[in-house]
């Protein structure tokens, strides 16, 4: 990646579940080619980690306490991060959501069966606080600057059903439709916003699902392995450079308008 081309030293960049694994990694990356970075999550102690080891390695970054799927707390993150960066946010990755798991059929499981509490948790947790409530918080600072970068983070499976995940499924497809409606509604604004569908990833919540102790693949992994594009696990670093990709104000020339497959197994979408 070309440092010229991709610096960011002109924006603030807030990073919504910036305090997990996958979402801190993107705003490490941000971080070092230059933005302001706003780590937004609930965990304080991870979330200011995260900052310090963006400062420790000479960016600018600070830990912000926010509520995805409370609109009120959200305000309340965006003005004192404008109020720390000295301007508004020009760029927005929604990384944060999740399962929990009698949202999921299990091996003999019954959809039929699942209860539409979990199924409604689960989409508000990915659709709503993954996706509309930051950007309806967010994007209006950016209309009127005229200037954006707004990136969903939705999941291969939200494209082609890989697993039992039935609801996470369907929010991640949600995700990413509205991300195309949202594209096409703000094009005319200077606002961008796409989204990435990212691979399985071994992160902290399902290293035990797809490996043993010895590092081999579970029966699970390997039959997750045989599904994924590119045949094998997405890495941090591929999302984390395609993050800054898509945030960096150059990107405006050459995104195609197509869904666009990424080594890695994740795939930006955009209109």
């Known amino acids: 990646m070309n440092n010229q081309i991709f610096q960011l030293?002109?924006?603030?960049?807030?990073?919504?579940?910036?305090?997990?694994?996958?979402?801190?990694?993107?705003?490490?990356?941000?971080g070092s080619f230059g933005a302001k970075v706003a780590v937004v999550g609930r965990n304080a102690d991870r979330g200011t980690a995260r900052a310090k080891?963006?400062?420790?390695?000479?960016?600018?970054?600070?830990?912000?306490?926010?509520?995805?799927?409370?609109?009120?707390?959200l305000a309340e993150a965006r003005d004192a991060i404008k109020a720390w960066a000295g301007s508004s946010a020009s760029v927005l990755v929604n990384a944060a959501g999740g399962?929990?798991?009698?949202?999921?059929?299990?091996?003999?499981?019954?959809i039929c069966k699942l209860p539409l509490e979990a199924w409604?948790?689960?989409?508000?947790?990915?659709?709503?606080?993954?996706?509309?409530?930051?950007?309806?918080?967010?994007?209006?600072?950016?209309?009127?600057?005229g200037v954006g970068s707004i990136i969903n983070i939705a999941s291969m499976s939200g494209m082609i059903p890989l697993s039992r995940v039935v609801a996470y499924?369907?929010?991640?497809?949600?995700?990413?439709?509205?991300?195309?409606?949202?594209?096409?509604?703000?094009?005319?604004?200077?606002?961008?916003?796409?989204?990435?569908?990212p691979g399985f990833f071994p992160a902290e919540q399902n290293r035990k699902l797809l490996f043993n102790e010895d590092g081999s693949y579970t029966e699970r992994g390997a039959q997750i392995i045989g599904h994924t594009p590119m045949a094998r696990f997405g890495r941090p670093d591929e999302l984390a450079g395609a993050v800054v990709w898509?945030?960096?104000?150059?990107?405006?020339?050459f995104v195609t308008g197509k869904n666009i497959t990424i080594d890695g197994g994740f795939a930006s979408v955009t209109i």
């Open 99 to 110: 399962n929990r798991p009698d949202a999921t059929i299990s091996p003999g499981g019954d």
């Open 246 to 253: 898509l945030a960096s104000r150059h990107a405006s020339s």
């Open 120 to 145: 409604r948790d689960v989409l508000d947790l990915n659709l709503v606080g993954g996706a509309l409530l930051p950007s309806q918080v967010f994007a209006p600072d950016m209309i009127e600057a």
């Open 169 to 197: 499924s369907a929010a991640k497809a949600a995700v990413i439709n509205l991300t195309l409606w949202l594209a096409r509604e703000w094009a005319t604004t200077g606002v961008r916003v796409n989204a990435i569908s």
């Open 9 to 30: 030293n002109e924006d603030v960049a807030v990073v919504i579940g910036g305090t997990g694994e996958l979402g801190g990694m993107m705003a490490e990356s941000l």
């Open 53 to 73: 080891a963006i400062t420790d390695a000479g960016g600018e970054a600070r830990f912000f306490a926010a509520e995805g799927l409370d609109a009120d707390s």
